[in-house]
T-cell receptor
Framework: GDSVTQMEGPVTLSEEAFLTINCTYTATGYPSLFWYVQYPGEGLQLLLKATKADDKGSNKGFEATYRKETTSFHLEKGSVQVSDSAVYFCALIRNAGNMLTFGGGTRLMVKP | DGGITQSPKYLFRKEGQNVTLSCEQNLNHDAMYWYRQDPGQGLRLIYYSQIVNDFQKGDIAEGYSVSREKKESFPLTVTSAQKNPTAFYLC????????????FGEGSWLTVV
């Protein structure tokens, strides 16, 4: 079945540091890939998405590129802020159907 | 403003009680979903509905029930059969059921006391 694997957290960075959160997936066909962010005590917000190979999703300074050859969708940001502290979830949807398969989440803590 | 509204935000349940979590969306989305999130973990699908008057079990449906009598509403009942109901519950919706982006509500915290 489908699966998503994320790097375990927490990831602790200083403000303005470079961020990478790794995400790899296993799925048949050509899934759509997503990053969601969850701030403390809140629901999930869509951060960015990519629907086909080599697409780059971007939003709020975050980027992720759909790499089919390595089945990866790593999240990056050049300079993190304290306000980026949250839990980040990588997820996929297979083309047929609309069931989200989530990774386990990675907690990011940014210190001033 | 368009969105997904869950209520209540916090709910306490006594052992043996059924409780119902409300989810309303005004996005005109056809599909709706319920997920459960345990502390420090990812999300697991409880139930989903592709269209009014139809719903399907997800990965962890035991001890839960749903209804979909109106397009905009998808309430979740946590029954006394659910042995470990303390969790964060997230409702979601999407405009279709084939690769469409899924949007989430703010969530409801359920605690058994």
């Amino acid at each position: 079945g489908d699966s998503v694997t994320q790097m375990e957290g927490p990831v602790t960075l200083s403000e303005e540091a470079f961020l990478t959160i790794n995400c790899t997936y296993t799925a048949t066909g050509y899934p759509s890939l997503f990053w969601y962010v969850q701030y403390p005590g809140e629901g999930l917000q869509l951060l960015l998405k990519a629907t086909k190979a080599d697409d780059k999703g971007s939003n709020k300074g975050f980027e992720a590129t759909y790499r089919k050859e390595t089945t990866s969708f790593h999240l990056e940001k050049g300079s993190v802020q304290v306000s980026d502290s949250a839990v980040y979830f990588c997820a996929l949807i297979r083309n047929a159907g609309n069931m989200l398969t989530f990774g386990g989440g990675t907690r990011l803590m940014v210190k001033p | 403003d368009g969105g997904i509204t869950q209520s209540p935000k916090y709910l306490f349940r006594k052992e043996g009680q059924n409780v119902t979590l409300s989810c309303e969306q005004n996005l005109n989305h056809d599909a709706m979903y319920w997920y459960r999130q345990d502390p420090g973990q990812g999300l697991r699908l409880i139930y989903y509905s592709q269209i009014v008057n139809d719903f399907q079990k997800g990965d962890i449906a035991e001890g839960y029930s749903v209804s979909r009598e109106k397009k905009e509403s998808f309430p979740l009942t946590v029954t006394s059969a659910q042995k470990n109901p303390t969790a964060f519950y997230l409702c979601a919706s999407s405009s279709g059921f084939s690769g469409n982006t899924i949007y989430f509500g703010e969530g409801s915290w359920l605690t058994v006391v």
